[in-house]
T-cell receptor, first 112, second 117 residues
């Protein structure tokens, strides 16, 4: 059975801290891994990772994929209270569909 | 463009009642899907569709039916609601996946919060 597992499930840090969120997967028809941020409503897209070892960056957020060890990490440096959210990773399957399977999510709380 | 719209925003049902959650998109997307989100469970795929007349099951399809008679609409039906179906439901749409390195972003609706008593 295909699965995507995130850790930790929840995390509390203080502003300025650096956090690392983990996502491992066991998927038979892996194409790409996606990271989303979910605040109060619907998830919003952060990154797509398809190749191993290539870091994607957006401001204080960065992410990398290891296809040999089947995991990805999302780093957030100099955290701010606005980073408080649920972070979801998802795997997109090969084939001509948009089918995704999501992990459980990591709830991040950043305290002032 | 309105994007992906869902109605209703909130709904309370009694066990055994039936209802339909509506989802519509105006972006001419081929792919549409329904997810449910429960605390600590992420988003779980219920059903999805790659075009009008084509639907398939996701991870948790039991208790739900779907149909796709038009490109725009993808309703989710609960035939006999159960307390285990209390959840937040998200509809999403995207273009069908293109080349290997391309990603057609999934656009999510605002969600429907359903409570089954």
């Amino acid at each position: 059975e295909d699965k995507v597992v995130q850790s930790p499930l929840s995390l509390v840090v203080h502003e300025g801290d650096t956090v690392t969120l983990n996502c491992s997967y066991e998927v038979t028809n892996f194409r790409s891994l996606l990271w989303y941020k979910q605040e109060k409503k619907a998830p919003t897209f952060l990154f797509m990772l398809t190749s191993s070892g290539i870091e994607k960056k957006s401001g204080r957020l960065s992410s990398i994929l290891d296809k040999k060890e089947l995991f990805s990490i999302l780093n957030i440096t100099a955290t701010q209270t606005g980073d408080s959210a649920i972070y979801l990773c998802a795997v997109i399957y090969t084939g001509n569909t948009g089918k995704l399977i999501f992990g459980q999510g990591t709830t991040l709380q950043v305290k002032p | 463009n309105a994007g992906v719209t869902q109605t209703p925003k909130f709904q309370v049902l009694k066990t055994g009642q039936s209802m339909t959650l509506q989802c519509a998109q105006d972006m001419n997307h081929e792919y549409m899907s329904w997810y449910r989100q429960d605390p600590g469970m992420g988003l779980r795929l219920i059903h999805y569709s790659v075009g009008a007349g084509i639907t398939d099951q996701g991870e948790v399809p039991n208790g739900y039916n779907v149909s796709r008679s038009t490109t725009e609409d993808f309703p989710l039906r609960l035939l006999s609601a159960a307390p285990s179906q209390t959840s937040v439901y998200f509809c999403a749409s995207s273009r069908l996946a293109g080349g290997f390195s391309s990603y057609n972003e999934q656009f999510f609706g605002p969600g429907t919060r359903l409570t089954v008593l």
